[in-house]
Every structure is written in C-alpha cells, then in structure tokens.
C-alpha cells in the first residue's frame, strides 16, 4: 500500500522510518517532506495546503492512506475534504475531522469541552478585543502567575505565563490589540497557573476504542532550567518516572474515558491520534491543552520504543479493531535532544552548513527538520533543524548519548539545551 505523510519535520521523519518498517507499506511520500524523510520514501513538492492538489497527488499515485502529521490541515479539515469525495474517500486518513480538530484549533472550544464533561482542567476565561476591558478586570483580581494563551494555533508559542499583573496586562496588549500572533490572538484564554509538572499522554482512537502510546515529557522552554521564551519543543523523554500505574489509572478515568464520552455526546467522529497535554498536580491529572496529532518533539522519542507495526496499528483503527490490538513497547528509555538555529525562537538564518551527521553513533537515531540540500550540501532551513534520539537502559545513559550526537552535529551558531530530563533525575519510579 501506498502511504502519503503529510509534514515537513522531524515528527514526520520518525513517522517516514516507522512506516518503511513495516511490509505492508510499498511506497511512502512525504509533503513536502525535508533532507531525512526522502531516506525512507519520495518527498512530494506539492502545497499541503491546497486540497485539491494534494487529491490529485494522492489519486495519481495509488496513495490509500493519508497520515496528516501537523494540525493546520486537520483545523483546515483535509479529512472532511477527502471523505466528500467520491474519488478519495476510500482512502484511510489518520487525523480527525474539522469538528474533531477543534479541540486543538481552539483554546477555547477546548476549556468549554472540558468544563462540560468535568474533565480536571485550570479555571478560566475567554476574552476578545470587544471585551478588552473586562479581560482587565478580571486579570486585575486574578492570582499570580498568571496563564495567557492564544485561542488559535502558534506553533506551540503561543502560551506566556505572566508572573505579575503588569507583565499579564503588557501581554494581554500584544495579543489583542498588537496581533502577535496574528489571527490566533484575536481571542485569548486566561487560566489559573497549575503548579505541578507535565506530561504529554497520547491514545490512537476511533473515538470509541483506543490504543494507549508511551507517554514522554517534553522541554518547551529555549534556555535551560526551563528558562526564556517558549519553542516549538526543545528536547523530550520517554517514560516518565513518575507516571505510575496509579497516575495512569486516574488519566483513564478522569481523562481518557470522559474525553471519548464527551466526543460521542457531541457526535464528533474522531479517527486518529489525540494527544493530551497534561500537569500532575499533587499526584492528580489536569489537562493543559489537547492535540489532535502526535506532538513533536515527543514524538521522536515514543515511536523508536514501540515494537508493533505502526501500519498494523492504523489498520486496527480503519477496521475499528483497536480493542484488540497488543501493543510491544520497548522498556528502555528514550530521549530527544533537539538542535536549533542560533536566535530562535525569534529571528535566525538559515543556508547554514551542518556537518558532523556522519560522526554520530549509528545506534542514534538522526530525525530531519528544518533541513535542506543545497548545492548538494545540508544546511538549515528553520528553527528547529535536527532532533537526536538514543536509547538506553537508563535515562542517564540514554542521555549522555543523545548529548554526545548532538555536540558531534554542528553549524554556524547552533544551539540546544544541554539539561534535558533534568527534573526528572531525583524523580522516584
């Protein structure tokens, strides 16, 4: 069968690798792909964003599934697009619907969701430009720090935690009147500061059944110590030390299960992967943020510990056979050291040289990103260029490999974070 991945990053080179394990898989393409995916399939130049044009791709060449990496085409709802046809909706598309993707598109849609199925989550409110005022007040007597979220999609940036009332008020300004992040900002969420430590959980579902993945704990922040402005995801590690069976007991009943009722009562028909953005507060769960697709860069470090066919696992969901699907993980850990260009997540240059790839131990695994070839030479062509991921026995050994590829791989003003999984050393099992 004929596979078309849908992304650009090293989310959807870890998915490119995974995919060209199994026998089941003939061809993989990836749109539009970078310099890693095209080791495992054949990058596609085509516009992700143009329908009708990626239609064209996937009839013209066989394509019969569809695995949508990032979650602009899902909001957009390239899903809804290939079902209403007559010519595509045989293929299988992993990723919700529109109304499904909501959930991601829409901090908002979100909090409401939550709120209605008494699933934990942080007090809130929302606020747009027309109550700019109201937003002031209620800031004004809200506790600090302070938690100020764009409604729509940024990249994972747009969240800043303001630690006095000035600082909310300042950031309130630059996201309702300054459009920071465009017409993401034009609603804002305003929530409670949770203080605990996160953890991302993932699930495969149908919207019924479900599939639980190896749970990770990414690095947001760009400066150690979780320090300075939010990235896209900076490192990530898999398992997480304190999720239990007890912590995972209660995300099941307090989280997972109430999510997929609340999807049925609202008769959303989700196929796909859903990602739960979660703080442990005190031993007990609160969803921060849902996502209706594997995260990056979690996903660098939980797919390299799953054993199964993950091409097996979609057709379990295509077949509504997920309940009885075993999934074979891997117990040792793993983590992911990602390398950026120097300036981000603000402004950088790309056309960078990288070398040094060749000098990594084979036995780590080297994920694309923002990377390209020109002139028959690998340079940067994002933020976020290369993610390294080993494993070992422990998170200490895992980690001083993953370290050691990323220190062999450089370029002009490269950066990454040297303390991944720090807070989680003195962590009991």
């Not at 090293?10 to 690798?17: F, K």
């Not at 993989?28 to 329908?51: L, R």
């Not at 299960?257 to 609160?286: C, H, K, R």
């Amino acid at each position: 069968m004929n596979v078309l991945i849908i992304g650009s990053g090293a989310r959807e080179h870890a998915i490119a690798l995974k995919l060209s394990q199994s026998e089941y898989c003939e061809q993989i393409f990836v749109a539009p792909g970078n310099a890693g995916t095209e080791m495992f399939g054949t990058d596609a130049c085509i516009d992700i964003h143009n329908f009708e044009e990626l239609g064209k791709f996937a009839a013209d060449f066989n394509v019969m599934m569809i695995v949508v990496g990032q979650e602009n085409s899902l909001v957009a709802g390239i899903h809804d697009y290939f079902q209403q046809s007559e010519y595509l909706k045989h293929i299988l598309v992993i990723g919700p619907k529109k109304a499904g993707a909501m959930l991601e598109g829409s901090k908002g849609f979100c909090k409401a969701f939550l709120q209605k199925y008494n699933i934990p989550t942080a007090r809130y409110q929302a606020f747009t430009e027309e109550t700019y005022l109201d937003a002031v007040e209620y800031l004004r007597n809200h506790s600090y720090p302070a938690v100020i979220k764009a409604d729509g999609l940024a990249a994972g940036k747009g969240v800043i935690i303001a630690p006095t009332f000035e600082e909310a008020i300042d950031t309130l300004d630059d996201m309702l009147h300054n459009k920071r992040f465009g017409n993401a900002s034009s609603k804002v969420v305003i929530e409670e500061y949770l203080d605990g430590i996160e953890v991302s959980v993932f699930i495969l579902t149908d919207g019924k059944e479900y599939v639980l993945l190896p749970e990770a704990k990414d690095y947001k922040r760009i400066g150690e110590g979780d320090s300075g402005l939010n990235t896209g995801g900076m490192g990530a590690v898999s398992p997480v030390p304190f999720v239990d069976d007890l912590f995972m007991q209660k995300v099941k009943s307090q989280v997972i299960e109430p999510t997929l009722q609340g999807l049925q009562a609202e008769a959303i028909d989700y196929s796909g992967f859903l990602f739960i953005g979660l703080m442990n507060v005190n031993g007990d769960p609160y969803v921060i943020e849902y996502n209706v697709r594997l995260g990056d860069p979690e996903t660098e470090a939980i797919l390299p510990r799953i054993k199964s066919d993950l091409f097996e696992l979609f057709r379990a969901l295509h077949e509504h056979k997920l309940g009885e699907f075993k999934l074979e993980i891997d117990p040792r850990t793993a983590t992911t050291v990602f390398l950026v260009s120097g300036g981000y997540p603000e402004g950088f240059e790309k056309g960078k040289e990288i070398t040094g790839i060749e000098n990594v131990d084979p036995d780590t695994l080297v994920f694309h990103a923002g990377t390209k070839i020109v002139n028959g030479k690998l340079v940067n062509n994002g933020g976020r260029v290369i993610a390294v991921t080993a494993l070992g026995e422990t998170m200490d050994e895992a980690l001083a490999k993953a370290n050691a590829a990323a220190e062999a791989i450089t370029w002009q003003d490269r950066y990454y974070r040297h303390d991944i999984g720090f807070d989680l050393k003195n962590v009991g099992v």
